[in-house]
Structure formats: C-alpha cells, structure tokens
C-alpha cells in the first residue's frame, strides 16, 4: 500500500515539475514562430509607422517592432520609440484587429521610450536599462 501511494506522489510531482517548467521556460515551436511574425507583419502593415529593422538594427534608433512568440499564440512585441499615446493606442488596436487573422489569441505590448544599446567596435553590443512607458495586453473583442 505505501509502495503504490510513494509510487503516485512520485507520479503527480513529476507531472507537476514537468506541467511549471513547460510553462516557465518555453521553447518556442514553428506555430508560436509563425503566429508572432503573422501578427507583427499584419501591425506593422495596418500601422505603418516603423522603420526598417536592418536600419534600426545598426543604430538601435528608430521606431521598431520586436516580436517574440509565446505558448500558444501568445507573442510579446517590444515596441521602441512610439513615445505619442495617441501612437500607441492606434498600434493597440491595430494588434487587436489583427489577432484573428493572425490566429493569435492575445498579444503583450510593451513601450519603450528608446533602445539603450552600446555599439562597440569588432561588432559587440551592450544593452543598457531602458525606460518602459507603457504595458497593454490585448485581446480579441
């Protein structure tokens, strides 16, 4: 009798640990990969605001949009340089319309007032703190 309860802790601790470092630490598949970047090209495009990313990404200034995936159709986008609340309300709904679409099932936005990036020579980078200005979590509806 104890054999088998050590035997069904054993079982449910292992489902457990397994269940919060899926949830955690995910690694994200193709499907989260591709919902991000469907979401962000349909923002980007609705919005059409941002510069280009090689552009930004050898000066890290400019208006840009990172896009991360998440667990399930979940991304987070790192939006820099949208400092108006007018902006980012417009960026707001434009993820929102777009979710569907997308097959996304909610998006993180973060604002940041600029990217803090040390360029160094040989090709190293560093980034520093930055300024949040604004997180939304967007829904459909």
Known sequence: MIKHVIRGVALVGACVLSFLLWTAFHIPNTQDIAIANALADEVMAQD???HPRPEVNKTSQ???LYA???PGGTPTFVIYEVTDPAERARIVAATRQALGKAHATSATLKFYERQNVTHFEGGGIRRGPEHLLETDVVTAG
Do not use: M, R
Request: hydrophobic share 20%; aromatic share 12%; no cysteine.
């Open 48 to 50: 059409g605001q941002f």
């Open 62 to 64: 400019g208006k840009v």
């Open 68 to 70: 991360h995936p998440g």
